[in-house]
């Protein structure tokens, strides 16, 4: 969220080390380790007009302990270099957040090791050029702040920083289901850095037009999760079954069609109607094919008042007898 950034290198005090080591598996001394503070993220809204409830802050700030610091969200093992040992909420005195409350951030503690490989790391954060951070966690609630509606659950039509009667529209992000890692960023997601925002989506939950719709109404990027986005592909699969046995239905409308203006018109040039035929709707082929019918069942129609050569008879008006 806003304010998310690496402030300074500490001094580790004893109860530091403790803490410290309790994550690895031989004991290190202050001299072998880097330690520095960060501001992971706050209660403000963001740029994307979302923002975390303080029960969320307060749900991340367990979340987060132990979990390590890497480059740009990347999932490789050998970009881990750091790792969270100390987390706290914070309220910043006279401060308060877009929306009217106190601000609070949470703040964490995060230890390195002093290694040939991590000393121009440590290097660019005591000179303030690694320094903006974004944090990646799992969330299972983001309730609009208009109408209340939790859009993990359901659509609803108010589109975060546009204004409905003179209030802003913004998310709240709630029910922190895991928080991942902190990532140091060249470009934050957000003002002064970004917040990687997942959402945990049960298999019943997923509905496709309700996904539709919230990519519609997107103005910026979007974030699928693994269920949303397994969705989607298999509607596209779905569509182009469906597309495919459509294909093969006009062909056989097309010939069906050209079939009968050979009937119905025996002096059309075939090749030239084929031609037509092929680039036709299927709306206009059905409605040839219609026009054609009606012309071959017109034509198959005996006349009543045919004279029977056979009946041979002395009466001049007997012919024009029914």
Known sequence: MIFGYVEKSVSPVSTDLEKINGFT??????????????????NDIDRDFEKFSLEALEQLKE??????????????????KARIFDTWLEKVEGKKTA??????????????????????????????????????????????????????????????????????AYSILSDVKDAYEFSFVAVPAQREAGVTKSFDFKKED?????????????????????????????????????ATLGREYKKNLTDEVVSLCAKAMPDMDLSVFSGVAQVMTTKELLSFKEAFSKSASSDSVSLQLKADKAHKSNNIHSNYKI
């Open 206 to 242: 997923v509905n496709m037009t309700d996904i539709i719709k919230t990519l519609k109404s997107c103005d910026s990027s979007v974030t699928l999760s693994k269920i949303q986005a397994d969705e989607i592909l298999n509607h596209i699969d779905s569509l182009n079954e469906e």
């Open 99 to 168: 929306d009217g409350e106190d601000f609070y951030q949470l703040k964490a503690k995060a230890y390195m090791v002093k290694s040939d490989e991590n000393m121009p790391l440590i290097t660019d954060i005591e000179a303030g050029i690694k320094k903006e951070v974004s944090v990646s966690c799992s969330l299972g609630k983001s309730v609009c702040s208009i109408c209340g509606c939790d859009k993990r659950s359901k659509i609803c039509e108010h589109i975060g920083g546009r204004e409905y009667k003179g209030k802003t």
């Open 63 to 80: 979340k987060f302990l132990g979990k390590t610091g890497i480059f740009d969200h990347s999932m490789k093992a050998s970009d881990q």
């Open 25 to 42: 598996r031989s004991e290190f001394d202050a001299d072998s380790l880097y330690i520095f503070s960060v501001a992971l993220c706050n």
